[in-house]
């Protein structure tokens, strides 16, 4: 904030017009001109004398703005709750639909530690739905329909948040980072839920310092750094006791086929997760033009858009799926061909032949709402499948634990099948360098390669 101490100060001038009378006070900062009216002579004469007795006592005035120092900062500061508020709005029309719940997860977070004191405050269940799903909405903050609890809780919030200048305080802005670092129960934050929040909160404060409400960034300056349990961590490797085999994903999903109502609606969905590695968004997004399919054999799906669930509060369609144009980490119109093997050309045939194609052309959709395919039905049916096969002891194990795990399944036998890292990086739609760190661990034999070769560094020759 550049800043002067050359300042001079006109006396109030008295401007008639033909309704009204009105006030100025004009006043010179580094040769630059300012001007503030008024209605009343009272108030401009006190703005005036302000400006002056600021200048006798030696204060700074800044450059942009023409007011003392101190003056500015008043004048620029607010809660942290309205600068959230800010943020969130300013986010609100280039994010994804995931992204801008992300946000609100993280804002809510923030939110809750910059309270100055807990007087009243309504139950925190409560005060946590109305920031994240409300307040942290621009849509959805003032709408009619609002509960009054909902209300409540925010006016509570509104007159309980500290300024957001007070994160130039380091006790203030330690104590933000440390809540940061456990979930609600006390226990250690997942790093990537850490990492992610402190992300927004770094982003936060710049922000507020574009605003003017900071001076600067703080954060660096403090030397804090997160405990080892949430250190931010590259990707990690994947565990390879969730990986399942063919023989366990073929009775998955025969499993999933016995399943009253949706059940066989799932089969080639969870399928297109195993044989063609897809995550969850694009097979949901699959349509009559992504598919290239002949009677039997080899076939190929080319993808071009994604429908991650989000809800259908943070969606502009006002639909559960948000889609997005584009794949993951790639450009809108950049598609990615994915090899389609006979036995889920089959599989997708016997589906088509069943059940058809939606209205808009779509391969999976509900059952009642022949629109989008519900996220709950994904999970509840891959849940009661593992518990149909498997005993309650590997039910409690990692194996399969998700629908995603088909993928890591998916993408592990083809790197054991010898298929090429490049082919398989193309294919999953990740870099080669983050595909060989998430699955080198599943690849079968290199682990009794390397054993192997310490034998025979050893002197002990098998």
Known sequence: MPTTYDVKIWSVRTYRGKRTTSYRVRWLVADEQFEERFREYALADSFRSGLVSAARQ???????????????????????????????????????????????????????????????????????????RWAFNTVRREAPDRPAEVTAALRWVERHTRQASALARPDVLRAVLDSLTVTLDGSPAAPSVFNRRRKILHAMVAYAVEKKTLDSNPIPALGWRPPTAVRTRPVQAMDKRRVASPLQVRTLLRAVAQQPRSGRRLVAFFACLYFAALRPEEAAALAKPNLSLPTRGWGELHLDVVEPYAGREWTNSGENRDRRRQLKQRAIGDGRPVPCCPELTAIIHAHIDEFGFGPDGRLFVGERNGAELPKLTIVRGWKRAREMVFTPEVVASPLAATPYDLRHAGVTGWLNAGVPVPEVAEWAGHSQEILLRIYAKCIDGSEQVQRRRIQRFLGHEE
């Open 58 to 132: 030696g204060e700074a005035f800044d450059v942009d703005e023409g007011l003392p120092v101190s003056q500015v900062r008043v004048g620029r500061d607010r809660s942290f709750y309205a600068l959230a508020c800010q943020y969130a709005d300013a986010k609100w029309p280039e994010a994804a639909a995931t992204t801008r719940r992300t946000h609100a997860e993280a804002l809510t977070a923030l939110t809750t530690a910059m309270f100055a004191d807990e007087r009243g405050k309504p139950d925190d269940k409560l005060v946590r739905k109305a920031l994240c």
